[in-house]
């Protein structure tokens, strides 16, 4: 009998886990193909490291082809552009075409057949939402490696600028009214003001943390009722007593929407709109997903069907047009399979959250400033593993129920860096369950308050150094890897 044949479209935190475990649970039973644009695996939480020079590129990068060599899994350094799940006329055998990325056959497009795909293509940086967002014109981003190491080569050139007395502004948070991912701008603003610290350069430096989020510590979750030495605390509480004492000013509920090389210009939730001076500017793009075009096997383009307009794909969520009241829990997927296509798997950043989890928020002028669902390292991780073991239960013939991952479902653990150093270093660690409140479950907060605390110190950063190192040997599937959890 044939092989049953496996796509995974990227190799980042959620693709890459699926097609580890795929291979570990199927072993010689099925082909395994892994199609990713880039030579490296990126480990991107560390990236804030690289962007204020507390680590290199090598530290968070290194090449995935010896990995799959070594587990025996096809790489095709790629990117998916198209998507035939039902095949042609001719052969109706699912496949994608994708356009091949490296030196040599760079652009060239082929197809690729699969008894099962599972899409795990992570954000497209939208930089072109805003005017003069991003690395091709005003202001800085961590979001790759190498975006990192410009953004710290930047800010050294700045420190050293401020040792000779000039009074800088530097600005940090999202560039758009509906980012995501807020934590990692909260773990760059307090790393820089550490890096600003450790130079003894901080007076000269104005720091502001501009966000769309409209409080404090919403982090895209609508804030967290944390339990804290034994009160309990609102997420905006920590944060703003954390910004207070380090000095870090915040502008929130701010959609930017035009940048100059000198300003930032933004609108506010009152619909006013303000400009700010400044001299460095880290700001996050707003993530769209990867657009797979996809056709029917008369060829007719059926991409709405599968795809939201923000392009992710569709999974086993509740999509329904729905008032902030009536969410529910139970409206968040589950097993991350498209309800059209059943061979079909979306994971990580690639499938469409139903809804946002932070109150939806407008302007006056219609505009929206409201932060996006936030899909972390650990979740995205989870999602690849159980997608692999269902898809693997259903190649075996094991009569098992499918494994099951509800963001409204799963805990999460966050240990947002503010600072590095092991002597300097500290972290706020969060643990938040469930991550998307249920209030059916827990009427009074949405989660569970036993196991939603935070932390602040230095074991904290001891601990994100540790999984550093914990998770790139993982990715590098070293001896009894999977030991290590997501
Ligand atoms: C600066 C920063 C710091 C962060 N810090 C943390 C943190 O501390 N803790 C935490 O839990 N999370 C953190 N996150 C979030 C975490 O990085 C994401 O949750 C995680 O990377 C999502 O995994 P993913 O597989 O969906 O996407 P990714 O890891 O981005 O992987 C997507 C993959 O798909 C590939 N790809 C893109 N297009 C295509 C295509 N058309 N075809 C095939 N492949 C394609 C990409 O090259 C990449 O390999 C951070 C994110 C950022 C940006």
Not at 267 to 296: C, I, R, V, W
Request: with cysteine.
């Amino acid at each position: 009998m044939e092989r049953k044949k496996i796509v995974i479209l990227g190799a980042g935190v959620s693709g890459h886990t699926a097609a580890l475990y795929a291979k570990k649970y199927l072993k010689d039973k099925a082909d395994i193909t892994v199609v990713s644009p880039e030579k490296d695996y990126n480990w991107i939480p560390s990236n804030i490291w690289v962007g204020v020079n507390q680590m290199s590129e090598s530290d968070v990068l290194f090449p995935l082809l010896p990995v799959y060599k070594k587990e025996e899994i096809n790489f095709i350094r790629g990117k998916g552009i198209e998507l035939y799940p039902e095949g042609t006329k001719d052969n109706q055998k699912s496949f994608i075409i994708y356009e091949a990325t490296d030196e040599k056959s760079k652009g060239e497009k082929n197809n690729l057949y699969y008894d099962y795909l599972i899409n795990a293509t992570g954000p497209k940086l939208n930089f072109g939402a805003t005017k003069g967002l991003g690395p091709d014109f005003h202001t800085y981003s961590v979001c790759t490696a190498n975006h990192a190491t410009h953004a710290g080569a930047k800010l050294k050139s700045h420190i050293e600028e401020m040792k000779k007395g000039k009074k800088l502004t530097l600005v940090i948070g999202m560039g758009h009214g509906t980012c995501t991912c807020e934590g990692a701008a909260f773990e760059y603003v307090f790393n820089v003001d550490t890096e600003l610290r450790r130079n003894n350069v901080r007076d000269n430096a104005r720091l502001i943390y501009l966000s769309n989020e409209a409080e404090l510590g919403d982090f895209g979750v609508d804030g967290i009722q944390l339990e804290m030495a034994g009160y309990i605390t609102p997420s905006n509480i920590m944060a703003e007593s954390l910004f207070t004492e380090q000095n870090i000013e915040w502008i929130l509920g701010a959609h930017v929407k035009n940048i100059t090389e000198t300003q930032i210009e933004y609108e506010s939730l009152d619909g006013s709109t303000s400009t700010l001076n400044y001299d460095f500017a880290m700001l996050l793009p707003p993530f769209q997903g990867h657009l797979l075009k996809t056709f029917n096997k008369d060829g007719v383009e059926i991409s709405e069907q599968i795809f939201t307009p923000n392009q992710f794909m569709k999974v086993d969520a509740d999509y329904s047009a729905k008032k902030y009241q009536d969410w529910k829990a139970s409206d968040w997927p589950k097993y991350y399979q498209n309800p059209t296509y059943k061979n079909l798997f979306a994971v990580g950043i690639a499938f469409a959250p139903p809804h946002q989890i932070s109150e939806p928020r407008k302007t006056i002028n219609g505009t929206v400033i409201t932060p996006s669902p936030p899909r972390t390292g650990m979740p995205s991780a989870i999602m690849g593993r159980i997608v692999a073991r269902n898809i693997a239960d259903q190649i075996l013939g094991n009569n098992n129920p499918p494994r099951s991952a509800s963001m409204a479902e799963l805990g999460a653990a966050c240990i947002a860096s503010i600072g590095a150093g092991f002597t300097k270093g500290s972290a706020v660690s969060i643990t938040m369950n469930p991550i998307v409140p249920n209030f059916e479950k827990y009427p009074e907060t949405g989660r569970d308050i036993k196991s939603t605390f935070g932390e602040i110190g230095r074991a904290g950063h001891w601990i994100k150094r540790l999984l550093h190192t914990l998770f790139i040997y993982k990715a590098k599937a070293k001896l009894f890897w999977w030991i290590i959890p997501e």
